[in-house]
């Protein structure tokens, strides 16, 4: 029989042969659950500047385009003046999205099967874009040993193997690490043995509760480091769509290189709003109010878990130095799909496995910091009461 249109359509082997959610996934749907995911802020009852944020936006003259690729001056001269480490608006190129961030590098740096490593666990959207851009992603391990560092010889292997892009998250999502400045130096000294190049996401730096190393400074004269920042995170605003990089590292003759060429990739899409360009300066002025309230939400969410969890001595809250989760890490007497079912059977919550972020091993549970502060600390009880009644 011959194949209808559908059977014949063919796909490239970069798009997964199947789109159907797990049959776990359908079977919590149907669950009435506390959503204990939920990563969109403007989701969890936060209180916004709406007004300041409305006025920023209105355009006095919504008719105005004149395209520049690396984006509107005046915005990237603000989020220069706003970043962590001394930076001008020319190290600055604006894009829609840190996804659309990491597209671009690997396009400009990456040519089709060449290996680009990332962390694990960490952000799991990261493999697939570095699938869609035609690279092939490979993992290197960040290890917990009462707090989490780079696997240094597990990303050398990788680098070793070809790796050309080495990414960095920072603070890591979800185990909210950071590269220690010791490791920023030897991660510099590897790309500059290897002729790699480094990609610092620090979309969380502004919920960082410690400092955070300049890997700047440890990159100059050494190798190119790209930072990658925006204000889906920074003004907890991820339908907004900007995001930027901003280049840094190697020597200046480098960067301008690069810059150059982001340029010309940047060209090809023209992808950011002007709308949005021209309220980046007075947005960038808000994002700290912002920033304020989700901080305080995430740590008094956290303040909760910890006090919660400290009745039950087999389960860990993992220390963490920044971002919006909290993982916990429990005995490991089911496998990832069994434990996140038994926690929505038992406890009424819906919860992210370890395997969702790509961790080492069976369970660990991630738990957003954003939610509601009264249902968390309900759900944080019936979660004690059912582990206590588990593990003793
Ligand atoms: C570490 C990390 N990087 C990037 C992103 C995506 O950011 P954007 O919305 O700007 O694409 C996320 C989203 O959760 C994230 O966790």
């Given amino acids: 029989m011959p194949l209808s249109a559908l059977e014949a359509m063919r ?16 079977q919590l749907r149907q669950m009435q ?37 690396l984006g509107k001056l005046e915005a990237r001269a603000a989020i220069a003046r706003c970043a962590r480490e001394e930076t001008t608006a020319d190290q600055v190129v604006l894009c829609a999205s840190t996804s659309e961030a990491y597209a671009w590098v690997f396009k400009l740096f990456c040519e089709a099967n060449e290996l680009v490593a990332y962390p694990a666990p960490s952000y799991p959207l990261i493999s697939v874009i ?9 993992s290197y391990r960040l290890a917990f ?59 969380f730096a502004p919920y960082a509760r410690q400092p955070m190393p300049a890997l700047g400074r440890c990159f ?20 907004a769509k900007l995001s930027w990089m901003i280049v840094r590292g190697a020597d200046l003759a480098c960067r301008q290189s690069i810059i150059e060429r982001l340029e010309w990739v940047a060209d090809a899409f023209l992808s950011v709003s002007a709308l ?8 960038m002025e808000i994002a700290p109010v912002v920033q304020r309230r989700i901080n305080s939400r995430v740590l008094e969410n956290q303040a909760t878990l910890k006090e919660a969890l400290g009745r039950v001595p087999s389960v860990d809250l993992l220390p963490s130095m920044g971002g919006w989760s909290a993982v916990l890490r429990l005995p490991r007497t089911r496998n990832d799909d069994e434990l ?25 549970v991630v738990i957003s910091l954003l939610g509601d502060p009264a249902e968390l600390a309900a759900s944080a009880e019936r979660l004690v009461d059912l582990f206590l009644r588990e593990y003793g």
């Fill in 145 to 203: 040993d009462g707090q989490w560092e780079i696997d240094l010889a597990s990303l050398e292997a990788r680098v070793e193997q070809g790796a050309r892009v080495i990414v960095m998250v920072q603070p890591n999502n979800p185990t909210g690490s950071c590269v220690s400045v010791e490791q920023g130096i030897q991660l510099a000294d590897l790309c500059a043995r290897y002729d790699a190049i480094a990609i610092s996401d620090e979309v």
């Fill in 33 to 69: 659950l506390i959503d204990l995911t939920c990563s969109n802020p403007t989701r969890c009852g936060l209180t916004y500047p709406v007004q300041s944020l409305a006025d920023a936006l209105s355009s006095p003259d919504p008719l105005s385009y004149s395209p520049s690729a």
């Fill in 340 to 364: 996140v079912l038994w926690l929505a059977r038992e406890a009424h919550v819906f919860v992210h496995s370890g395997y969702f972020y790509d961790f080492a091993g069976e369970g660990y």
């Fill in 220 to 239: 100059a004269g050494k190798a190119p480091l790209i930072c990658l920042d925006g204000l889906s995170k920074g003004l907890g605003l991820p339908g």
């Fill in 11 to 26: 796909f490239s082997s970069r798009i997964p042969s199947s789109l159907q959610t797990s049959p776990l996934v359908e």
């Fill in 130 to 138: 570095g699938e869609l851009e035609a690279t092939v992603p490979v």
């Fill in 276 to 283: 949005i360009q021209n309220a980046t300066p007075r947005l």
